[in-house]
């Protein structure tokens, strides 16, 4: 059996990261004690980035990232742990969670843990980490729901496993052949349709026929309007929220990683928005 260049390239370049991050932390322990962000340290393994390719990806020294991985009470500029975080595919409240609870208010926002610009610069990571995390509800009420089967590699399979465990799969969708449907392709005029979307999560729901604990609904007629709207998909007490603005299609949206910290909040409002919507669904077929 032979090997390609890249494969073989590939192979060593992990290889010679997790070496090099190895040896870095054998002396982080002699020097500053135990190692105290080891999630740091796993994140930058399996991106295979050693300290000196992720410095050079955010615009510090090798020796910053050390002291970063070495202590993880050092928590670096904000814009700094977004472009680290950026480079190694992780939210930053798995990297710096004490960083980030600090950042949230007191207030009402408190269950704001998260704000991107496009609902696209959410990590994919973030997905599946919340996916994976959920023990009793995993609700996806996009009109579509089509790129989470893209984004999450053999979805069909883990929702399987989730439902058999005991968590309560959902899926709200948006009728097909609704006028709301077709109202929204006219506005978005782009060539993979709204009704082909929903068709192709059809298709991969069909994989799940007949899996107790799976359930799938489209939106009433008169609900349309209110669900191609906002999209909500909630993970236990943890929900990604994306308001649709008027002509921009869902990875264009701005997007709101909530989580539950007190009764009638935020996060709340947003899931009792779903549940109506889902209370008058009908079976889709």
């Not at 080891?38 to 090798?62: D, K, Y």
């Not at 472009?83 to 710096?96: K, M, N, R, S």
């Not at 709301?180 to 298709?203: F, G, H, K, M, N």
């Amino acid at each position: 059996m032979s090997i390609d260049g890249r494969g073989a390239q590939d192979t060593t370049q992990s290889r010679y990261s997790q070496a090099v991050l190895a040896v870095m932390f054998k002396k982080a322990q002699t020097s500053w004690g135990p190692l105290l962000n080891n999630e740091l340290r796993q994140a930058m393994a399996e991106a295979r980035l050693t300290p000196r390719q992720l410095a050079g990806r955010i615009g510090v020294t090798p020796k910053t990232v050390e002291r970063w991985v070495a202590d993880a009470s050092l928590v670096p500029h904000q814009k700094n742990q977004t472009d680290a975080c950026a480079a190694l595919g992780v939210d930053e409240q798995v990297i710096w969670p004490n960083a980030v609870r600090a950042a949230i208010k007191t207030g009402p926002d408190r269950e704001v843990l998260a704000t991107y610009p496009y609902r696209s610069a959410c990590p994919r990571s973030v997905w599946g980490q919340l996916i994976e995390g959920s023990e009793k509800e995993i609700f996806l009420a996009g009109y579509t729901n089509y790129f989470v089967w893209l984004e999450q590699p053999e979805l069909h399979r883990t929702l399987r496993r989730k439902a058999e465990s005991g968590c309560r799969v959902r899926f709200l969708l948006g009728d097909p052949e609704s006028e709301t449907t077709s109202q929204r392709e006219r506005i978005e005029d782009v060539a993979l349709t709204v009704s082909t979307r929903i068709r192709i999560t059809l298709e991969n729901l069909a994989k799940l026929s007949g899996v107790e604990g799976v359930e799938v609904r489209f939106s009433s007629a008169d609900d349309g309007a209110n669900h191609v709207g906002l999209s909500v998909f909630r993970f236990d007490n943890d929900a990604l929220v994306t308001p649709h603005l008027a002509r921009v299609v869902g990875h264009d949206s701005p997007m709101l990683h909530l989580r539950k910290c007190q009764a009638r909040g935020i996060f709340d409002r947003f899931a009792d928005h779903a549940e109506e919507l889902w209370s008058r669904g009908v079976e889709a077929s």
